[in-house]
């Protein structure tokens, strides 16, 4: 897949759905929002804050608001495209230009109530997580090794999650092993265990 790097090249790249995304950015952009790409898809900003994004897909093209919890939806028109995943972000999904075309005006109104919040800093605050649980298998190799303790403690909260979750997610004791095995020498290289994909 070719990179995309304008969003004239982005709609020429989802031919299906080219009206209507010609439609939806013609909403946004009266808005006053900075178009730019990001993710190879468009998305509007607001002083650098993400306020929108759109989006073609298979079966539908959406409009993202990236504080969409925080607006009134009182015709009901978003969706939360990742259920238990995603606390602020919500899509509105349209099948043709001509659906888009017939609701521009509560389009944009959604579109200037999104803009508002972002000039007034408004933002859905993320879910406090819950202490890291080491799993037993962890804590033994911890306590029997101060160099691996006091590396495992420099960790970021994130990658202590991630090893803690990697070893409790195997169901059988030597399967827990194995992972233990695999992931001691990368915590003593004070490495991420999901580093290489990010």
């Not at 950015?25 to 993400?50: D, H, M, V």
């Not at 695999?182 to 994909?197: A, T």
């Amino acid at each position: 897949m070719k990179k995309i790097n304008t969003v004239e090249a982005y709609i020429l790249n989802h031919e299906n759905w080219k009206d209507g995304l010609i439609l939806l950015r013609e909403i946004i952009l009266g808005s006053g929002l900075e178009e730019t790409i990001k993710w190879g898809a468009p998305a509007y900003t607001w002083k650098g804050k993400n306020v929108i994004g759109l989006g073609a897909f298979k079966n539908h093209l959406a409009i993202w608001f990236f504080q969409g919890a925080l607006l009134r939806d009182t015709q009901k028109k978003l969706v939360n495209a990742q259920e238990g995943t995603t606390r602020a972000l919500r899509q509105w999904r349209f099948t043709s230009a001509g659906e888009i075309s017939g609701q521009a005006e509560l389009i944009a109104q959604y579109v200037t109530e999104a803009l508002r919040n972002a000039k007034e800093n408004k933002k859905v605050r993320p879910a406090k997580k819950k202490p890291v649980k080491i799993p037993a298998e962890l804590q033994k190799h911890l306590d029997a090794s101060t160099e691996l303790n006091d590396t495992f403690s420099r960790l970021s909260e994130a990658c202590k999650r991630e090893y803690a979750e990697y070893i409790s997610g195997a169901k059988r004791p030597e399967t827990r092993e194995r992972r233990m095995d695999k992931i001691i020498p990368m915590i003593l290289e004070k490495k991420g265990l999901n580093d290489k994909y990010k």
